[in-house]
């Protein structure tokens, strides 16, 4: 490929893919969205900062040939879609269609409006309306949300209306984690069952799913979820198949035709149910080392095979389902208290398990930390690789009772 890719924002795993494009010598440019943190790579042919200069950046791109805009992270998804389809670009996700995928109540009504089950919802700008919403409803928890925001910020599961006003209150008219002021809310019916991840790569509108994990997850009161840890799902089970081909018809109905995505789905007793669709690759917790001996692949690895070579992708790749080489799991690293981190005892231990991988992002002792409450910055993560389930499956749950004893960090409480 002799044309360049803009990558928009490559923060979070937009690093590991603008490093993957040009480690293979593709040239790429960065648009900064979010100047509020710093990509790590240092090989772009030129930084442009948008600052709202679409038309300006347009034809910076249009100079130097791009031939591809793609997000690196959420905040820059809707900038992405917006620059390709001003460069009039072919191979994108229309910017006409951008809220079917950002906004959180448009994805459901577009799943309505083809059929697929949905979740019942309802948004408005005003507190008592939300209120009354959920009073009329009549049926608890329920879930409130920014419309449009990433990771879990803000999302709240509320066990009474009373819940329902603070978060409300709390949320409406603040600005959110990806820089928008929360004008409207959404209200929604709360899914109960087992969340996976099934993350994907689609071009002209074929889907392959690259991974599908199955959540463990623990109630974090006045929040949503801790995310714990999660497992490697075999893409040819039954539950597999049914994850599979649900997300491709709300990808289909959405109008995610190119790209990756990142997709969150819960499977009730009466079938899968999307969450929401994230037009990017799956989160920090891609661990190149640790994914490459499951699946011979990541899911940035393939995003750039895609862009270099669709035709390959569309006529040998979505045609299989992806095949584990070996059982993987990661356990996501939680703090238990606020403090100052003095020690991380917890290593060895992990160190000592049969299925014992590797570590990354573990934090620097002596550090402040707080607890954790969210998805954002999360101290760190352990994978765990095994060819034998079963000791995969043990190893997993002899970590998960480490953290939940809180054996893992040493921190110690100033007050």
Same mark, same amino acid.
């Given at each position: ?192 069952? %087992? ?14 799913? %690259? ?100 035709? %390959? ?103």
């Amino acid at each position: 490929m002799n044309n360049i890719i803009a990558i928009v924002d490559a923060l979070s795993t937009g690093n590991e893919l603008a490093q993957e494009f040009i480690n293979r010598g593709v040239k790429c440019v960065h648009i900064v969205n979010d100047s509020s943190r710093k990509t790590r790579v240092a090989g772009f042919i030129e930084t442009i900062d948008c600052q709202g200069n679409e038309e300006e950046v347009v034809a910076e791109l249009a100079r130097l040939n791009v031939s591809h805009v793609i997000a690196g992270s959420d905040s820059g998804v809707e900038l992405a879609e917006k620059l390709a389809s001003m460069l009039g670009l072919a191979e994108t996700n229309h910017a006409s269609t951008t809220e079917l995928r950002r906004n959180k109540f448009c994805t459901h009504q577009a799943l309505a409006s083809q059929n697929i089950r949905a979740i019942k919802q309802f948004k408005s700008t005003s507190v008592d309306e939300l209120i009354n919403w959920a009073q009329e409803h009549n049926s608890f928890p329920l879930v409130v949300k920014p419309l449009n925001s990433g990771a879990s910020d803000g999302v709240t599961i509320c066990d009474s209306l009373d819940d329902v006003k603070r978060a409300v209150v709390a949320l409406l008219g603040k600005k959110n984690l990806l820089g928008y002021i929360n004008h409207e809310l959404l209200v929604q019916e709360f899914i109960e069952g %087992t969340q996976y991840f099934v993350n994907t790569l689609s071009w002209n509108g074929k889907v392959y799913v %690259t991974d599908i994990w199955e959540q463990v997850r623990s109630r974090c009161p006045g929040k949503a979820y801790l995310f714990e840890g999660m497992l490697l799902c075999d893409s040819s089970s039954t539950t597999g198949q049914l994850l599979s081909e649900y997300t491709c018809d709300a990808l289909a109905a959405i109008e995610l035709q190119y790209g990756p995505a990142h997709n969150e789905v819960i499977l009730t007793k009466s079938g899968p149910v999307l969450i929401e669709s994230n037009a990017r690759l799956m989160g920090a917790s891609i661990d190149e080392e640790s994914f490459i001996k499951a699946l011979g692949y990541t899911q940035v690895s393939m995003c750039v095979d895609m862009y270099l070579d669709p035709e %390959t992708f569309i006529n040998k790749t979505v045609t299989s389902a992806y095949q584990l080489n070996a059982h993987l799991a990661e356990v996501s690293l939680l703090f238990k208290k606020d403090g100052q981190l003095t020690g991380i005892p917890g290593i060895p231990m992990i160190e000592e398990l049969t299925s014992f991988s590797n570590f990354s992002g573990l934090p620097e002792t002596g550090i402040e930390v707080t607890i954790t409450v969210d998805t954002i910055g999360l101290p760190g993560f352990v994978y765990l690789v095994n060819s034998d389930s079963n000791q995969l499956l043990s190893d997993f749950s002899t970590l998960l009772k480490y953290q939940r004893d809180d054996l893992i960090f040493d921190i110690q409480n100033n007050n």
